[in-house]
């Protein structure tokens, strides 16, 4: 590629030897496109077409999905990069545990990450640009998601309300963005010699915020969409020389992944079991993940008496007073048949069910997304949140209406659609067998509340 930056050919040169020149003229090579599927979706929704299976995510295919897609609006599928579809497996989260993403957004390891956890224990879904943490919230809403909570916080206030919390946590640190070159040209125009270096030392602030959150047996996978050994390999040193109680966690290499380089870095054997997605040797844009176990056990998860005041800090959330719920469970028992969800409460104006363990530990933070989004309270009456038609299935809804692809179509475009469904009810409009959307039923005629952002 004749126009990589100034220095980037002469460093890899340098450190692949032998190996550069297909290093370089990968390059020039087309961008590889993937998508993942959804796990928690169960329906027949047809999906994109597929080439091939990504080697290293049983969910992940080679292929390209657009916005329009039927399997994107309704969330049967994840665009996603193949190489980045190797992080989350590492982390191998299992259901009801307590898991952060880190730095989370779009949401593409947050997603994967919710069908391990099968939608159960609690996801933290971090990122600290605001405007970035409201595109994660609205691919977790895409997906389905009921436990995940959605917060814009920086490193430090997380690691004060978490002290020795999580289970596991992914971290895929903002790094210098070597693995874009082919899928973003513009990442080429931020790189320059001392870049890699800038970013190792705020991603070494980011793990100094991350580590006391870990609890004693805890997972952390450290990832980058990058190559320079200053923010991979020599940042897995610094984490094993500075905090005595990781480990490394040796990575399966498949698919043409690479052991990480210990000549790279500090000469430590155990950075063999990193892992190295080169694009010259793998169907992908290039990653570097490495995956760490802790062991501390003075890492038990504390509640100080200035978490306890904290908790009656201003989070936006509280308890539905006694009018809220008469209101609400009229609303629930006359729209569903499912059983009321567990820990509602009211956050704005918007009755939700909060995850366990939330949010006793999260005042002071910006929430995006407090878990499922239930309903919007409209004075003496509730909006069904189009999160509900979303998360639920549709034979959790006492009415629903099944809508051609046209119907849908049209529907999506902000008109209404005729219903043999009688009276007046709130219910789901499903297309091949899953909910898209919620309606109101009115004497023959679906009144359209599909979101205006949606809509095409």
């Not at 980045?84 to 989370?104: F, N, S």
């Not at 480990?247 to 000469?267: C, K, Q």
Request: aromatic letters at 8%; glycine letters at 8%.
């Amino acid at each position: 590629m004749s126009n990589l930056p100034a220095g980037f050919a002469e460093k890899y040169r340098r450190l692949l030897g032998p190996e550069a020149d297909a290093f370089l003229a990968s390059f020039d090579r087309p961008a590889e496109k993937g998508f993942r599927l959804n796990p928690l979706h169960g329906s027949d929704v047809p999906t994109p077409a597929a080439t091939d299976q990504v080697p290293w995510n049983p969910l992940g295919y080679y292929g390209s999905v657009g916005g329009s897609d039927r399997a994107f609006w309704t969330g049967a599928v994840y665009s996603q990069e193949p190489s980045a579809m190797a992080v989350a497996p590492q982390l191998q989260a299992m259901p009801g545990e307590r898991v952060l993403d880190l730095a989370a957004a779009p949401g593409g390891k947050t997603t994967d990450l919710i069908g391990q956890m099968q939608d159960t224990g609690l996801l933290v879904s971090n990122d600290i640009d605001r405007s970035r943490a409201k595109i994660l919230s609205e691919n977790v809403e895409r997906w389905g998601a009921t436990h995940t909570v959605v917060t814009s916080a920086p490193p430090a206030k997380l690691m004060a309300a978490f002290p020795h919390f999580f289970d596991r946590i992914l971290l895929d640190a903002p790094c210098s963005g070597e693995g874009m070159f082919r899928k973003d040209p513009a990442a080429m125009g931020y790189w320059h010699p001392d870049y890699p270096a800038e970013c190792a030392a705020r991603q070494q602030d980011i793990l100094k915020s991350t580590i006391p959150m870990l609890a004693d047996d805890a997972e952390l996978v450290y990832s980058t969409c990058t190559f320079s050994p200053e923010e991979d390999e020599e940042i897995i040193a610094w984490l094993l020389a500075t905090y005595p109680g990781l480990s490394v966690v040796p990575i399966p290499l498949v698919g043409g992944m690479t052991g990480g380089r210990p000549d790279w870095a500090d000469g430590n054997p155990s950075l063999q079991g990193c892992a190295r997605l080169f694009p010259q040797l793998v169907r992908g844009e290039g990653h570097f993940v490495a995956h760490l176990h802790y062991h501390n056990p003075a890492a038990a998860p504390v509640v100080t008496a200035a978490h306890k005041k904290r908790r009656t800090a201003a989070t936006g959330i509280r308890p539905l007073t006694r009018a809220e719920n008469d209101l609400f469970t009229t609303f629930w028992r006359a729209t569903m048949v499912a059983a009321v969800p567990a820990g509602v409460a009211m956050f704005g104006q918007q009755i939700v069910a909060l995850p366990p363990a939330f949010p006793d530990r999260a005042a002071g933070l910006t929430i995006l997304r407090p878990g499922l989004i239930i309903a919007d309270v409209k004075r003496d009456r509730l909006v069904p949140n189009h999160a509900l038609a979303m998360a639920l299935s549709a034979s959790a809804w006492r009415y629903q209406e099944a809508l051609t692809d046209a119907a849908a179509a049209r529907y999506r475009h902000g008109e209404t659609v005729p219903t043999e469904t009688p009276g007046r009810q709130w219910g789901v409009l499903t297309t091949h067998g899953v909910g898209f959307a919620v309606g109101h039923f009115v004497n023959g005629t679906v009144k359209n509340f599909y979101p205006k952002g949606l809509r095409i």
